[in-house]
């Protein structure tokens, strides 16, 4: 099993910056990606940011994020980071970490984050 506890969310203003943290424990070896999708009321989960963990770490972003979220590693801390800057109403909902590994996925419990205009 993997554990994955994020935090970091919270409320803040458009055009505001937060900083999303999500650790891994327990059986981490070997997950092949982490990322970070969010699901906001009344809508479907989404992919906001997944980076690889592989030597080099590819990384993909949806469209509606490329250019204001970054989103980082740590391996050494088992950590993924979601960076985002010029916040917009429509980045509110409930972000949740994903680890994946060949066959199992694997999700945090969620942290909110709320951006008002």
């Known amino acids: 099993q993997v554990q994955l506890v994020e935090s970091g969310g919270g409320l803040v203003q458009a055009g505001g910056s937060l900083r999303l943290s999500c650790a891994a424990s327990?059986?981490?070896?070997?997950?092949?990606?982490m990322g970070w999708y969010r699901q906001a009321p009344g809508k479907q989960r989404e992919l906001v940011a997944e980076i690889t963990l592989t030597r080099g770490g590819s990384i993909n972003y949806a469209d509606s994020v490329k250019g204001r979220f970054t989103i980082s590693r740590d391996n050494a801390k088992n950590t993924v980071y979601l960076q985002m800057n010029s916040l917009k109403s429509e980045d509110t909902a409930v972000y949740y970490c994903?680890?994946?590994?060949?066959?199992?996925?694997?999700w945090g419990q969620g942290t909110q984050v709320t951006v008002s205009s």
């Open positions: 327990g059986s981490i070896f070997p997950i092949n990606a």
């Open positions: 994903n680890a994946k590994k060949i066959t199992q996925s694997y």
